[in-house]
């Protein structure tokens, strides 16, 4: 197989319209959410391709979120490490400071066009929640957010902002109280409400058809990427990357390049190590499973059951990956790498200090690996999606790492 030639046409073929990447994927659902998720299929479907509804969203990203975000080439950053050269997609230049708004404002049009009242969903970090708010806000939508208690006391700011935005935050204080229970708890009440709601999930999981839903809606990251990087330097980056959770931001960046010549890594958390429950490495440690009503691979005991999972970075800390990423690495297109906890915040801090940027906690994922090919291949580049902004982490990164003193970034001035 062509690595690359052999993804001329995948965006047509894939997934498949039950919804399929090869094995995974799929909508594994309880019989009373059935017709809702195929009333969402069914719209999605009627109005992707009508020149109205792109015409509205081309319109919203330009006016009202500020798009295209710029690619920018980190050469501080880059001179610290060798002759390799970073550059940057700045999603944390979107409105509201992160990817999440491209989804949710595609998804608050496609409420409106069928007819419901309400939003609801999950937030792990707060960047869904808060981006699906604003969505709300947007087009006059009531709107539901469940959120782990854990991260409730983490990502304040943030629930403090869907607040002002008129949203609801529901605690969610079963399990670990993190990601995983608040998607729990999302689907539960979305099993009730479904009449007059619809389900905005945060990321290129669940059931059909919402990873292929947003994949489309994020895919505008390496749409703009590709070209504004052309622009710059003529040629195609030698690789790109981004953070993994759920995999919005690193779909909406990877699949516009999986036809060209381009090293494809997803960066996940490895936390603070490779035991169970210190980490959220989904590539690295699960196995095929099911979670949440769509097959991929899964941080699961031998009973099928999620294991516990941690990350520094709220937005990863998440037992499952979605169905995509897991065939594009069964096919060999994607490879996955993992940082640790300190890696990442090494990175924020040099991001930071370097550049001017402070980072979201889950994207310095993404410029940690950045910094480590740089150290190993020493010249050609490497584009990093840059999820999302770091003010929601100051309050939390204080605390536990002061400025980063720590780290001794001035060993890095010559
Ligand atoms: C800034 C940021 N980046 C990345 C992620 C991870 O999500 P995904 O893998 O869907 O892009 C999150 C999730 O909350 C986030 O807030």
Do not use: W
């Not at 935005?165 to 608040?182: Q, R």
């Not at 690295?284 to 691979?297: A, E, I, N």
């Not at 040099?350 to 010249?379: C, T």
């Amino acid at each position: 197989m062509n690595k690359y030639k052999d993804f001329d046409n995948y965006l047509k073929e894939f997934p498949s319209e039950d919804g399929y990447f090869g094995e995974y994927g799929g909508a594994y659902l309880t019989p009373e959410l059935v017709p809702a998720f195929e009333e969402a299929d069914n719209a999605y479907e009627a109005i992707c391709h009508s020149a109205q509804f792109i015409n509205e969203l081309r319109r919203i990203r330009k006016e009202f979120q500020g798009r295209p975000t710029p690619v920018y080439h980190c050469e501080r950053l880059s001179k610290l490490f060798g002759n390799c050269q970073i550059y940057l997609k700045r999603e944390d230049l979107n409105h509201t400071g992160a990817h999440k708004l491209n989804h949710c404002m595609g998804e608050g049009l496609l409420a409106k066009f069928m007819g419901k009242k309400k939003v609801i969903a999950e937030t792990g970090a707060g960047q869904h929640g808060v981006a699906l708010a604003t969505a709300a806000a947007y087009f006059g939508l009531e709107c539901d957010i469940y959120m782990g208690e854990v991260d409730i006391a983490k990502q304040h700011p943030n629930v403090i902002r869907m607040k002002m935005l008129g949203a609801n935050v529901i605690p969610v204080t079963h399990g670990l109280k993190t990601l995983k229970e608040a998607v729990d708890a999302a689907f539960e009440a979305y099993t009730k409400e479904y009449h007059d709601a619809i389900y905005c999930i945060g990321s290129c999981l669940g059931p059909h058809p919402f990873p292929k839903m947003v994949r489309d809606f994020q895919s505008v990251i390496g749409i703009e990427a590709r070209e504004q990087f052309f622009d710059m330097t003529g040629i195609m980056p030698d690789a790109v990357c981004a953070c993994v959770g759920g995999g919005s931001n690193s779909l909406g960046m990877f699949t516009p390049f999986l036809a060209d010549p381009v090293e494809i890594y997803g960066v996940e958390p490895l936390g603070r190590g490779s035991n169970v429950g210190d980490h959220a490495a989904t590539m690295k440690f699960g196995t095929k499973g099911r979670l949440h009503g769509f097959d991929s691979y899964v941080l699961q005991d031998e009973n099928g059951e999620p294991l516990p999972v941690y990350s520094i970075a709220s937005g990863l800390d998440y037992p499952g990956v979605g169905p995509e990423h897991a065939y594009l690495r069964d096919q060999g297109r994607i490879h996955y790498e993992a940082v640790t906890d300190e890696e990442a915040m090494e990175a924020f801090f040099l991001l930071s200090r370097f550049e001017g940027i402070i980072p979201a906690i889950e994207s310095s994922h993404a410029v940690a690996y950045a910094i480590k090919y740089a150290k190993e291949h020493k010249s050609g580049s490497i584009l990093v999606c840059l999820s999302g902004r770091g003010d929601k982490d100051i309050d939390y990164v204080y605390e536990n790492y002061g400025c980063g003193e720590q780290f001794n970034l001035d060993k890095y001035i010559k």
